[in-house]
């Protein structure tokens, strides 16, 4: 499902789990690459590695954090699937009597 955040039809089409599921992975590749972003360019050479350099750092980061996601990443993204998502109904509704007398 990676990339499919960039096609917002076809997300729109998806049941709301999975959006949710897709989105949260998204993110988490976001902040993976950000993360990422400094020890790749060192590893790349850094200034000196010129414009390739720069162009195959931001590659290599891009598909580093990518996969670190898909595989599980931080866990930020299971922990942001839990918030998003919104309560049922019927557990609302258990909620709501259980705390009347």
Same mark, same amino acid.
């Given at each position: 499902?990676?990339?499919?955040?960039?096609?917002?039809?076809?997300?729109?089409?998806?049941?709301?789990?999975?959006?949710?599921?897709?989105?949260?992975?998204?993110?988490? !590749?976001?902040? +993976?690459? #950000?993360?990422?972003?400094?020890?790749? *360019? /060192? =590893?790349?050479?850094?200034?000196?590695?010129?414009? &390739?350099?720069?162009?195959?750092?931001?590659?290599?980061?891009?598909?580093? !954090?990518?996969? +670190?996601? #898909?595989?599980?990443?931080?866990?930020? *993204? /299971? =922990?942001?699937?839990?918030?998003?998502?919104?309560? &049922?109904?019927?557990?609302?509704?258990?909620?709501?009597?259980?705390?009347?007398?």
């Amino acid at each position: 499902m990676p990339g499919i955040v960039s096609q917002p039809n076809r997300l729109s089409k998806l049941p709301q789990d999975q959006q949710v599921k897709a989105v949260s992975s998204q993110f988490e !590749a976001i902040m +993976l690459r #950000q993360f990422l972003q400094d020890s790749v *360019s /060192k =590893i790349m050479g850094g200034d000196e590695g010129g414009p &390739s350099g720069s162009v195959y750092g931001y590659l290599m980061t891009d598909t580093l !954090a990518s996969k +670190l996601s #898909q595989a599980g990443g931080l866990g930020l *993204s /299971k =922990i942001l699937q839990q918030q998003l998502t919104p309560h &049922s109904h019927a557990a609302a509704v258990a909620a709501v009597r259980s705390t009347k007398p």
